[in-house]
């Protein structure tokens, strides 16, 4: 049961590099696939957003269902990522705020200023959970205990997690159709690119396996959860297939996004 419970948190985890990970990778090039930070890029900042409105808050499903499968299925390593990781953790939260301040505020008034204001907090947040990722993923390969190479380590995997997040961005902002000018990507692309982001997250999962089995739940406990868990699982598997059925097949444009 533990070991069923260890993959799922997996599959959840690369669940949300495949999908939220072209968020950030949009977010992080948005003044460069947006034609540059000024007025005259407004246009084409706005339908890179407008390519990932729709998706945003069913991708971040995914790391809050992975939270709550990895405290309520191991319960010991609470304390242990909270410690280990401790400023991991808030840079994470602090970016996860700051790029989620900019999506929802930057059209909430006309001004320029306004605009490349929160413009620049969406940059500047995705920037963060993509650095901040690499480095906390390289401190589980390492047990908790930080980076197994070091801090020259964790800054190599974090321009590892920042550099295929990146191209995923550029890959579903391509097949979404906000890139004029340009050829659009295929349905393949998309995919090679999602297991692409997908890597990063599962490759320290794998090291850090026999750590973490240890600190599973009781079975008692993990049957619980199951049966809990259980009835949603569906629910949460048919939203997703309803936002990719509704929003993956249309083509992104600025009128189409509330953010």
């Not at 930070?37 to 809050?64: C, H, K, T, Y």
């Not at 908790?144 to 995997?157: I, T």
């Not at 090679?192 to 406990?221: E, I, K, M, N, R």
Request: aromatic fraction near 12%; glycine fraction near 16%; include cysteine.
């Amino acid at each position: 049961m533990d070991i069923l419970w260890y993959a799922v948190l997996a599959l959840l985890l690369a669940g949300y590099f495949a999908l939220e990970g072209f968020d950030i990778g949009a977010g992080m090039l948005l003044p460069v696939l947006g034609g540059g930070a000024g007025a005259s890029g407004r246009p084409g900042r706005d339908r890179i957003v407008a390519a990932m409105a729709p998706f945003v808050l069913a991708n971040e499903v995914w790391l809050i269902a992975a939270a709550g499968v990895l405290f309520g299925a191991f319960p010991a390593l609470e304390g242990e990522v909270l410690s280990g990781l401790y400023w991991a953790v808030v840079a994470l939260l602090v970016s996860w705020i700051v790029r989620d301040a900019g999506l929802w505020f930057r059209r909430r008034a006309g001004g320029a200023a306004w605009r490349a204001f929160w413009d620049g907090a969406l940059c500047l947040g995705s920037w963060g959970l993509a650095v901040t990722w690499g480095f906390a993923l390289a401190g589980i390969a390492g047990g908790l205990a930080g980076p197994p190479l070091g801090v020259l380590g964790g800054l190599l995997y974090a321009a590892a997690v920042a550099a295929v997040l990146a191209h995923h961005g550029r890959t579903f902002a391509s097949w979404r159709g906000a890139l004029p000018g340009r050829p659009p990507r295929t349905g393949r692309a998309l995919a090679g690119s999602a297991l692409l982001a997908a890597l990063p997250a599962l490759v320290p999962l794998l090291a850090a396996a026999p750590g973490v089995l240890g600190h599973a739940a009781d079975p008692g406990t993990l049957g619980t959860l199951a049966l809990t868990v259980g009835p949603f699982a569906p629910l949460v598997v048919a939203a997703q297939v309803w936002v990719w059925r509704t929003f993956g097949s249309t083509r992104a444009t600025s009128s189409t996004s509330f953010f």
